[in-house]
């Protein structure tokens, strides 16, 4: 966990997605969450690795994102990868459901974040990238590497 200057506190990020899809839009979603999964989320306890958004029924939901148990809160802890509402706007919400609806573009959380105490999430539509993209980023970011060791030499 690191603590930026602008007032945001950032608990975990999607390292993955940045390397597994082409990012377009972003948006920022509040989360709906109960006070064991704020607990552990201050402590730094979660993982967006596999996490994925969805829309259905006209509310969106955050899947597969792991908060961990927070310990002291005994029986009524809650469930590591349950399914999670994002707090969206009406109008945001037909707008992402529309741009889904195009093939190849999925809802993928890239940033989970403290901002004036409240937990937030940074979503992006994202577009899958082809193996011989992911080849590329490899050698583009090995390349720049030995740039910055021969300069520092």
Do not use: C, W
Request: glycine share 6%; charged share 35%.
């Amino acid at each position: 966990m690191k603590k930026e200057t602008s007032g945001i506190k950032i608990i975990a990020k999607n390292k993955k997605a940045f390397f597994e899809y082409h990012l377009e839009d972003k948006l920022e979603a509040g989360i709906s969450l109960t006070g064991s999964e704020v607990k552990s989320l201050r402590d730094g306890q979660a993982s967006l690795a596999d996490a994925y958004g969805l829309i259905k029924g006209g509310e969106a939901f955050l899947l597969h994102a792991h908060i961990a148990q927070y310990p002291p809160s005994s029986i009524f802890n809650h469930e590591p990868r349950r399914q999670r509402k994002l707090l969206l706007h009406k109008k945001e919400i037909l707008k992402l459901e529309s741009k889904l609806s195009q093939k190849g573009l999925t809802l993928v959380p890239t940033m989970m974040y403290f901002k004036s105490g409240r937990v937030k999430l940074e979503l992006a539509l994202a577009k899958g990238k082809k193996q011989y993209d992911k080849r590329e980023a490899i050698k583009k970011r090995e390349t720049d590497r030995d740039i910055a060791r021969r300069f520092r030499k």
